[in-house]
């Protein structure tokens, strides 16, 4: 399922590219086949389960070929293109109403002091699987400031909630994950 980036020469993608905004299908597959495996973790941690990151992966790659005309050559096209898969799976969020603030979690949650030894520890598959556990509000919060590098502020505008909700659902995604982590550790010793 994690397959390592296929390096694509420039002059290639170009012509995929153009091949794409002609209406080419071969084209168009050319363009999944490469970048498919390359966006399905990005699609896996937004999601649930391996259906719903299919169903994001899918939907992203329609609204790629539909906007590629957009693509104006300012940064990797990988790049832009994993814009428009994490935008996919907000919006499929957004539309559930799904991203406000799920439980309150009790104070046996602040013994729990940093992710990062615990992330250090895990391979790509299981900490997929453990954010895919988070509720949706959490795990669109954690990834967006986690992995990709956003601000609170940012966040908040992206998922229409206040800059509040968003520290406090990352505040509880990662003590979610805690102990889950917590858990795991001590099931494996």
Not at 89 to 103: D, E
Not at 128 to 145: G, S
């Amino acid at each position: 399922m994690f397959i390592k980036r296929r390096n694509i020469p420039e002059s290639e993608l170009q012509k995929l590219i153009k091949g794409c905004l002609a209406g080419d299908r071969s084209c168009q597959k050319q363009l999944y086949d490469i970048y498919a495996p390359i966006m399905m973790p990005l699609c896996l941690r937004y999601s649930k389960n391996l259906e719903e990151a299919e169903e994001v992966l899918q939907d992203g790659f329609m609204q790629m070929y539909r906007c590629i005309n957009q693509y104006k050559k300012i940064g990797s096209f990988e790049g832009w293109l994993r814009k428009i898969m994490i935008n996919c799976a907000l919006q499929r969020y957004r539309g559930k109403g799904n991203l406000y603030r799920i439980t309150s979690l009790t104070e046996e949650h602040i013994f729990l002091t940093t992710i990062d030894d615990f992330i250090d520890r895990l391979s790509e598959k299981e900490l997929i699987r453990l954010i895919q556990t988070l509720p949706p509000a959490y795990r669109m919060v954690f990834n967006l400031y986690v992995f990709e590098g956003m601000k609170h502020r940012e966040i908040a505008l992206l998922l229409h909630i206040t800059v509040g909700t968003s520290k406090s659902n990352l505040s509880d995604a990662r003590a979610i994950l805690k102990k889950l982590l917590i858990g795991n550790l001590k099931v494996a010793k």
